[in-house]
Structures are given as structure tokens and as C-alpha cells.
């Protein structure tokens, strides 16, 4: 089953359940996949899909930082139960071993600086590893070589 029917099918459950906060969510979610849909006038990947939840997420946590920086704790566990459940759908995550192994191949390959490494790193890692993690990892490996 491809993510999108995946997710439509999670909706209905909601709905039959009557699980609001759930319905609310993937509700939101399948209108902002609509909106990319209608922006590439075609349909989308998972891939594609799935850089539609990432931003959700990242949206998301974003939202959360501020509400725990001002002491709202009811929006903020909010906020938690939400990425939770669009994190269910996120492919498996590579491990830091797997995102350390892939960095020092590309120093070893050359890459001599941060933007190399990245650009060396994100395409085998798309999807599958934060942009932030890995180049914090990224900034170790540099310093543990020099």
C-alpha cells in the first residue's frame, strides 16, 4: 500500500473511532499533500509525501520549543502527540554508527570541508537521517581528524 492510501485509510479509522485529535491531524496532513500534489500538477511519490511530513514535523517541533519556552504544557504535550504519530509513518531512521560510517567515507573520499561532507552525506542518507544530526556528527568526525 502506497503512504498516501495509507494514510486515508488511517483517517477513516480515525473517523470511525472517533478519534478527533487523530482526524484533525491526518486530515491536515492529506490537505497539505493535496496542496503539493496541485503545486507539481502531478501525483506524488512516498518519497514526496514523505518530505511533506517531515515539514509538518519539523513545523511542529518548531511549535513546541516556543510553547515549553512560555510554560504552555497543555499545547505542548499537544504538539508531542502529533509528531508521535506522523513519525509512525517516517521510513526507518539510519543509526549514528550508519551516519558516522557514510561521513568518514567521504572525508576519506576527499570531501575536506562541512559542505562537502553534507552534500557527499544527504544524497545516500535522504530521507532517512536529519540534516542537523548528521552535520553535528558531521562537525565531531572533523574535529576527532584535525
Not at 44 to 53: A, K, Q, S, W
Not at 105 to 130: C, F, H, S, T
Request: proline letters at 2%.
Amino acid at each position: 500500500m502506497d503512504l498516501r492510501a495509507r494514510l486515508q485509510s488511517d483517517l477513516n479509522a480515525a473517523r470511525k473511532a472517533q478519534d478527533k485529535p487523530a482526524v484533525l491531524l491526518l486530515g491536515t496532513l492529506l490537505a497539505d499533500v493535496g496542496n503539493r500534489r496541485i503545486e507539481l500538477a502531478r501525483e506524488l511519490t512516498d518519497d514526496e509525501i514523505i518530505d511533506v511530513l517531515r515539514r509538518g514535523i519539523k513545523k511542529r517541533r518548531e511549535s513546541l520549543e516556543l510553547y515549553e519556552k512560555h510554560g504552555r504544557e497543555d499545547l505542548a504535550s499537544q504538539e508531542r502527540a502529533e509528531i508521535a504519530l506522523l513519525e509512525t509513518y517516517l521510513p526507518v531512521g539510519a543509526s549514528d554508527d550508519e551516519i558516522r560510517s557514510a561521513i568518514v567515507a567521504a572525508i576519506a573520499g576527499g570531501a575536506g570541508n562541512i559542505g562537502a561532507i553534507m552534500k557527499a552525506v544527504m544524497v545516500p542518507l535522504k530521507g532517512r537521517a536529519d540534516g542537523s544530526r548528521i552535520n553535528a556528527i558531521a562537525r565531531e568526525e572533523m574535529a576527532v581528524g584535525s
